[in-house]
């Protein structure tokens, strides 16, 4: 089934304790139609300067994207620059400049209003609820956002989120959120918004999903190698939603646990180099036998029936 | 098979969000025995001074764990005061008295020498040596550590590691002990110094375990109440030396995988009281219940055949 992303598309620049990048591709909508490509066609809608190379929207149009609903807008296109330390699962923001993002209306084009799948990336909520106006009967949409709405926009974020029907937010930002510094409770706050799901991204050890009584923890894949987090959240809800768009309309608990697995995955390669350099080369075997990988690493057996009968106690 | 412990017998006050308690009974081997007793018998190496409550030996005995190597000497018990900010993470030792502690020679009794498994709970390490100097033929080694050693005994330290065969320690002491960033690579670097196996504990996310090729995450099971995280590691070590010592010598992989989320098992119960006295109510049914809860939280299914094959690439 048809999935609709709306976020940024991005000019990255980048400090790692491993190097240095100017002016790469990035932005959440570019990660996340990229990891989704992989299972669908996935449909975008933002906004780039005049400035933005056309090898970028050549990388993407090659792989699938329906880039009808990117706008090219007169000025230079949004830019971010962050920096991270040893510390890879936290990123300092050095600048942000919004550039045409400051005026970006999403103006859906005719045939996108369809589409039953729909990721709202992390921008202004306002603008979150103007696409989802234009989708005339979205199936499941997910929804990512960061601490600078929850402070500064929360009323409207919560229109929104009344809307959704699953949030993808990190350990930091559920506790912001929810009010709540206990990760579990936090979690259990946030489905009383609206969201019949919730994800905590939790960086290198996992995440974690709450949905009713069920409570589903994904461990990472431990990589010995980790080049450049940046964008690794909307690989990871790219992978997620990409997986559950190409499973007929299934949400049933084994497909959404199987979704964020897959969701982990493409984080996993994602941050293995800079950019959205690791997608480019990546292919879906690379990610089946990620995929397996991640199964062997958390997978081990029932107790024996003999275990726990020696100690004392009943 | 018989289960020994060296460590430490204490008085610890807390301070945490959740409350305050002063001069409860602490300690690692009183953790690790109290978790271990579930599974068997264990035979605890300790001083302790003349002011230590005969209720602490009475409760640990009636659990059927040998004290004959526990030595009562002139002088007050250790004591450790600590403080836990609302990340739990992390504990901040406000003040350590060694007491009795200082002059520990640990002389074990004749029939603890015959001990299989054995664990060197977070002492000096030429301590921890004294002890294995003592047992005849241990099968299996378990050693315990803490960034003071690390920095401060670090030579001795690694000749204790040639003669362990599996070390607990956090991310960050992992980090230090290897003088290298990334997890991965440390633990594989732990492993050329002796040791076939690491467990490298991240609190509240779980745990990695390396060994060989062999890599196995557990993650912790998410709780809405933590109420004093000490003796967390100590827990997971009980639990999982506990059930090993009672698995008549089996050591392979499957049984590894059992013994750590028995130890992440052990260590939930243990933080959600103070001191241990979640450990005084548990019974081996919790145990078994959690276990289970432990892998239904993780597990998941394999992909289906016909997932990655809608997007481009090959």
């Not at 933005?52 to 329906?66: C, K, N, T, V, W």
């Not at 499941?140 to 600078?148: E, P, Q, R, S, Y």
Request: charged share 25%; proline share 4%.
């Amino acid at each position: 089934m048809a999935l609709l992303v709306v976020g940024s598309v991005a000019l990255d620049s980048l400090e790692t304790p491993f190097g240095r990048r100017e002016d790469v591709l990035g932005g959440s909508a570019s990660y996340f139609s990229a990891c989704a490509s992989f299972f669908g066609p996935t449909r975008v809608v933002a906004v780039v300067g005049e400035d933005f190379p056309e090898a970028h929207l050549g990388f993407l149009a090659a792989r699938g994207i329906d880039l009808d609903g990117l706008a090219r807008r007169p000025g230079r296109t949004f830019r971010w620059k962050g920096r991270y330390e040893f510390d890879l699962n936290t990123a300092h923001t050095l600048d942000t400049q919004l550039n045409v993002f400051a005026q970006f209306q999403p103006d859906l084009p005719a045939h996108y209003r369809d589409s039953e799948y729909v990721f709202l990336g992390n921008i202004d909520p306002d603008l979150q609820r103007a696409v989802l106006d234009q989708v005339r009967s979205p199936r499941f949409v997910g929804c990512d956002t960061m601490n600078f709405w929850i402070s500064s926009k929360r009323e409207s974020l919560l229109r929104t989120l009344e809307r959704v029907d699953m949030l993808f937010v990190n350990d930091a930002e559920a506790r912001q959120l929810a009010e709540e510094h206990n990760v579990v409770k936090a979690a259990r706050r946030i489905l009383t918004f609206g969201p019949r799901a919730v994800v905590v991204k939790r960086g290198e050890y996992g995440a974690l999903y709450f949905s009713g009584d069920e409570v589903f923890a994904a461990s990472a894949v431990p990589l010995a190698s980790v080049f450049d987090p940046t964008g690794a959240g909307d690989s990871f809800a790219g992978g997620f939603m990409g997986y559950l768009a190409s499973r007929d309309g299934s949400l049933d608990h084994g497909t959404m646990r199987r979704a964020i697995v897959l969701g982990s995955v493409l984080a996993s390669f994602t941050v293995e180099q800079f950019s959205l350099d690791r997608l480019r080369s990546l292919s879906p075997r690379e990610i089946r036998v990620r995929y397996a990988e991640a199964r062997r690493l958390a997978h081990f057996d029932d107790l024996e029936a003999d275990v726990l009968l020696a100690g004392t106690g009943d």
